[in-house]
C-alpha cells in the first residue's frame, strides 16, 4: 500500500496544479538501473488509484466505478499520440496502460 501510495503523490502534485498529464506522471526521485526517468501514464495512475481505493474502502471503490468519463477521455486517440511521443524520448522510460 505504501509503495502504491507514493507513485501517486506524484500524480496528485500535478493534477492539483492543473499541470499537462497527457504526458504521464513523471515519478520524482525515481530513476531506472540505466538512469532513465520513470513515468507512469495516465491510465496506469487511474488503475493505482482505484486498486488504492479498493484496498481502503470496498463501497467507497464501487460509488466511484460509476463515474467513468476519465475512461471516455483517456481512450481519446490524442492521448495516444502524447504517450507514443514520451515513449519515444530515449531519456524517458514510460510504464503502465495506455
Known amino acids: 500500500m505504501y ?3 507514493q507513485r501517486l503523490v506524484g500524480a496528485r502534485n500535478r493534477v ?5 498529464v497527457v504526458f504521464g506522471f513523471p515519478l520524482p526521485g ?5 538512469g532513465k526517468q ?12 482505484r486498486l488504492l481505493i479498493t484496498m481502503m474502502s470496498p463501497d467507497v471503490a ?9 475512461d471516455s477521455l483517456l481512450a481519446d ?4 499520440l502524447a504517450l507514443d511521443y ?3 524520448r530515449s ?8
Open 38 to 49: 520513470r513515468r507512469v501514464t495516465p491510465r496506469q495512475a487511474l488503475s493505482d488509484f
Open 3 to 5: 509503495a502504491l501510495t
Open 62 to 70: 464501487a460509488w466511484l466505478a460509476t463515474w467513468d468519463r476519465i
Open 16 to 20: 492539483f496544479h492543473c499541470e499537462p
Open 30 to 34: 525515481q530513476l531506472t538501473a540505466t
Open 77 to 80: 486517440p490524442l492521448v495516444g
Open 91 to 98: 531519456r524517458i522510460d514510460l510504464e503502465g496502460e495506455r
Open 86 to 88: 514520451m515513449a519515444s
